[in-house]
Structures are given as C-alpha cells and as structure tokens.
C-alpha cells in the first residue's frame, strides 16, 4: 500500500533540490501531521523543520517549494497542495487512497494491518504473572490483558511472539502462608469451601496482624528458609498450594481465552541463583552491607540491589537477574517486555543495571518495563488482596455475563438460542475494553455503568457496530464482488472518513508495538466504529442502485472485517448478534 508520507516526503525533497541540488534532508515523513480539520487537508508540513538548512523564513519556504511542486504535481497521488500560514497543506486523491485501502483489504484478509519488522527476531512478553497462593483476583486483570494484547500485537508485526507467565511460585509470601496455616489452620472449616480461598484468607490474615506483631515476620522467614532448605514437608506444602492455585487460575484463563507458552516462575530458577551470585562475585560487583550481599548502585541514583539477605535468603530480585540470564540464553530475544505494575520501576531498574555491569548490556538495551496502573473502584479505593477488599476476576467476569445476559433478555423477549455464548463474549469482552481503552499508565476504574454500556465508548458499543456491518450484509442477502466494485461512489465526505481511517491502521499498530500501549489500538477502534456509525446514518445502502449498493455494502464489509480482526489482538470475541 502506499504510504502517503513517504511519498509527500520525497515530492518535497525533490522540490529542495531544485533549489540547491546538494541538500537532501532525510527523515522528513517523520515531521509530516494530520491536520486539526479535514478542510485542511489530509496532511500538513510545518516548514520551519527547513528553515535551519534553507535558511528562511518558515512562509517563504512554504512559497517557494509550493510553486515548485505544483510544477510537477503527480495528482494520482497527490491532488493539490495549499500554502497556510508557514505550512504546506496536501490534499490526497480521493479515488487513489479508496484503491489503495480496499484493494490492500481485499488482498490481505485477516492481515491487514500487519507487517514483517519483527521476521526472524524473538519477542518474549511476560504478563499475568499472579503470585501462587492468592486467588486471581481482578487487581491481576491488568497484566493479563495488557500483555496479552502486547503478545498478539508483536505477533502482528512479525515477531515470533513468546508468551511467558512467570508464576510467582516463590518467596516470602509462602513463608507466610505456611507460617499462617502453622499457627491458625485449625480456626477454618475446610469442607466449607474452596481451599484456595481459605489460603488466602489466611494470607490476608496474617499480612494484618503482622503489622501489631513483628515477631510474625521473623516465624515467616523461618517457614520460607525450610522452603529453600527443601524440608520434604515444607516441599509437599508447596507444591500442594502451588497445584490448586493453577487449578483455580486456568478456570479465569479460560474465560480471557488467555493462553501461554512456558509457566515456568520463579521456583524454577532455584538451581540457577548460585551460579549467578558466584558470576557477580566474580566480576567484582557482589559487595557485603550489614550481612547482606548487595550490588552497590549509588552512581546510577539508586539504591543497592539486595542478591542475599542478611538471613541468608535469595529475594525477587536474585530471581529475577537468574531468569533474564537464562532467557538471553534461551531465546536470544529482539525484545523481552514485562508486563508488571508501576510500584516495581525501581526494581527492574535495579535488575537492567545490575545486568547491564555483569556484561548483557546489549540484551539489557532490548529490555523494557511496562508499568500500568491500579485498578480501583469508583471511590478511587485500591482493589486488592491484602486489605481483604479482593474481589476474584472469575467473579467480576461470570457477574459480567450475567448482567449481559439480563440486558439481552430485555432487548429480545422472544429469546436467542446463542444467548449464553454471546453474553459470554460481550460480557467478558466489556471487561477486557474498560481496561485497554484507556492509556495503560492511568488507574482503571471499574464502573459497571461506564463499561456495559452500548453507547458510550466501550467494547460493547464496537461488538455492536461490528454487528450492525454483519446484519446489514445478512439483509442484503449478497457479498459484492470486488471487481464490481466503482470506487467513485465512495467520494462522499462521510465514506472517505472511513477510508482515511481504514488507511491508518498499519501505523496505529506499530505505534502501539512501538509504545507497548494497546490503548493506541482500542481508541483506533472506537473512532472506526463511530466513522462507520456516521456513514451508516448519512448514506442509504440498500436499495439504491446496484453500483451505489455494492460500493456501499462493500466498504461496510470492510470495517466489519477490521473491526472483529483488530478486536482479536486485543483478546476479544466479537458475537455474531446482540
């Protein structure tokens, strides 16, 4: 497909060198606009980016190189160019971009949009990540969804896309649940419920009463050294705890249709922190402080990085340093992401540094941290599962479909049969859009007014629109062909607004991949959905004539093809009807 900015770009440059013929300046797509108004154009170049080179003023420049270009106007792509202010505004041919965006469309299928930046290179994306012991409660929905939407994106652009869950199968938190299930197991009835929840019950319960009684944190320690030590039956806990925490999350997975390539956490490098703490040593970087063995760190503004506490225990951050060594190993990745909430910045600047001395400093470059909000509640209170306010993410999402499946009930008295699958996929697919149509970095609030709703800038409202585009098509009792298709009844002020859109998907995606914010991909949607919505209501498509029909019916199959293809890099299911 044609990519308009180049070729703006290069009818500049060659302009400039009519007027000095050594000077070409590269790069200058990149400074190329959208302007605020469509009757601006559909691209706009601020010319004080030349006034350095060219030495003049912003406006003459615009002058100068407009006389120019006109000149030599190749109008298949470029139909007319216009002088504002210190700009030159273009104006691109109509029927050249509505060619060039559905034959693309026609062409690629499911992959429009995608590209091949990533071919032959391994991105590996660690997400979700929720610590074993703990139900999966919604303050995990974040990582889930945002990485794996990140997963599919990279996947999109070529990578080959790596989806890592990096279970927090160990550490202190263990300490503390067995050291809870020590002092209190015989308080609660097991057979009550399920078991998972009581654990955590008992988590809870002891991160609280650890505040009025510090000696709990000393008992927790002890539990977590028998751990380490590999005590038979603190081994069996374990690995008990760990099993019926799996069961529990893979039920929620399910419902996300979240799927991953290696589970591997943080347990599994247990055999692996020794060789690394000797490598430290050996490079001079391992220091004692007050009986711990740390990274000093204090030229780089941070504080040190713990490897072996005082106690003589490994922490998160050991772990951590032992899985990146052996994923550089492993797969030589292009990128490695994690997925992981804002409060641990320092942690992973502390574990990219430490690395980055140790002498991986060209993987360390190709690693980011990707830090999301919280999630709250409309009074803007954490959701979360140590002030015991937690609430499972199985439950928010089945209560998710069933408050679809009452909101469909009322819409259709006479019933659906699919009933259940779509409110499964409205529902779930409702949850999912509330967090990523929103800039990741943000709190999400979670409103079940704001979210389920059909009108406002949500997943249903798209699910809805897609349904429309299929329903229209159903009505129409045919598919257009292709070849039939007359571009010129596509020249209407609300039709090209969809093509300009359709047109941009490809750069929206990279950008996403390249911010690692699907948000950029969710917002994309919402304005196709409401361009089509706009089209929908100012032009009739069926029953006019039958070019008029087929152009019309045509670019509505388009955005529905976009709109459900694009839905599924964001994890979300689109319902036939609604």
């Known amino acids: 497909m044609i990519d308009f ?16 013929n050594t000077l070409k300046i590269e790069g200058l797509q990149d400074f190329i606009e959208t302007p605020p108004n469509s009757d601006m154009g559909d691209y706009a170049f601020p010319c004080f980016r030349l006034a350095k080179d060219l030495k003049k003023s912003p406006q003459l420049i615009a002058t100068d190189l407009e006389k120019i270009i006109v000149e030599d106007l190749n109008t298949d792509i470029i139909e007319k160019v216009e002088i504002v202010g210190g700009y030159l505004n273009f104006y691109i041919n109509k029927l050249t971009l509505i060619k060039e965006v559905l034959t693309t469309i026609e062409n690629e299928k499911e992959k429009y949009g995608s590209t091949n930046i990533g071919k032959g290179q391994n991105a590996v994306i660690e997400y979700s990540s929720p610590n074993i012991a703990k139900t ?3 303050g995990h929905l974040r990582s889930t969804v945002i990485g794996g939407a990140l997963h599919k994106l990279y996947e999109f652009v070529g990578y080959n896309s790596i989806a890592l869950n990096y279970l927090g199968d160990w550490g202190l938190q263990f300490g503390k649940v067995m050291a809870g299930l020590k002092l209190w197991k015989d308080e609660y009835d097991f057979s009550s419920e399920e078991e998972i929840n009581i654990i955590l019950k008992i988590y809870v319960r002891f991160n609280k009463e650890e505040k009025e009684n510090p000696e709990l944190t000393n008992l927790a320690r002890e539990m977590f050294k028998k751990l380490e030590n590999k005590e038979p039956e603190a081994i069996s806990q374990w690995e008990h705890i760990r099993k019926i925490s799996l069961e529990n999350y893979e039920r929620t997975y399910k419902l996300l249709n979240a799927k991953f390539d290696n589970y591997d956490g943080e347990a599994y490098y247990n055999d692996k922190m020794e060789p690394v703490i000797k490598e430290l040593e050996d490079k001079g970087l391992l220091k004692e402080s007050e009986g711990a063995k740390v990274v000093f760190l204090d030229e780089y503004d941070m504080p040190p990085c713990i490897i072996v506490t005082s106690a003589g225990t490994t922490i998160y951050a050991t772990r951590d340093i032992a899985a990146l060594e052996d994923r550089i190993k492993k797969y030589d990745f292009a990128k490695m992401v994690y997925v992981v909430g804002g409060e641990q910045e320092l942690h992973f600047k502390q574990v990219f540094k430490t690395l980055e001395l140790a002498g991986y400093g060209d ?9 999301f909000g919280l999630v709250v509640d409309k009074t803007g209170e954490k959701i979360g599962s140590r002030k ?8 928010i999402l089945n209560e998710a479909i069933e408050k679809v499946k009452t909101i469909i009930d009322e819409k259709n008295k006479e019933g659906l049969d699919d009933r259940d699958e779509i409110a499964r996929k409205v529902g779930v697919g409702a949850v999912i859009f509330n967090d990523l149509s929103n800039s990741r970095i943000k709190n999400e609030i979670f409103d079940w007014d704001i979210l389920l709703n059909f009108n406002g800038e949500t997943g249903p409202y798209i699910q809805y629109i897609y349904v429309r585009t299929k329903s229209i098509l159903e009505k129409a009792g045919y598919l257009p062909k292709f070849e039939e298709i ?12 969809v093509i300009k859109i359709l047109y941009d998907l490809r750069q929206i995606i990279l950008k996403a991949v ?3 914010e699907p948000s950029i991909l969710a917002r994309y949607l919402i ?28 670019l509505t199959k388009s955005v529905g093809e976009v709109l459900k ?9 689109m319902p036939d009807r609604m």
């Open 136 to 138: 999966f409660h919604i």
């Open 527 to 554: 304005d196709l959905a409401q361009s089509f919505s706009n089209f929908y209501n100012s032009n009739r498509i069926i029953g006019e004539e039958k070019n008029v029909e087929n152009a019309r019916l045509y």
């Open 514 to 516: 390249e911010k690692n």
């Open 5 to 20: 900015k180049y070729e703006i770009a290069d009818v500049i440059n060659k302009a400039i060198l009519k007027q000095n």
């Open 363 to 371: 993987y360390i470059k190709n690693c980011a941290h990707v830090p």
């Open 388 to 395: 015991g306010n937690f609430v499972t993410l199985e439950g």
């Open 486 to 497: 007359d571009f010129n009844i596509l020249t209407d002020a609300a039709s090209i607004e």
């Open 565 to 573: 293809n694009s839905m599924a890099l964001l994890g979300i299911e």
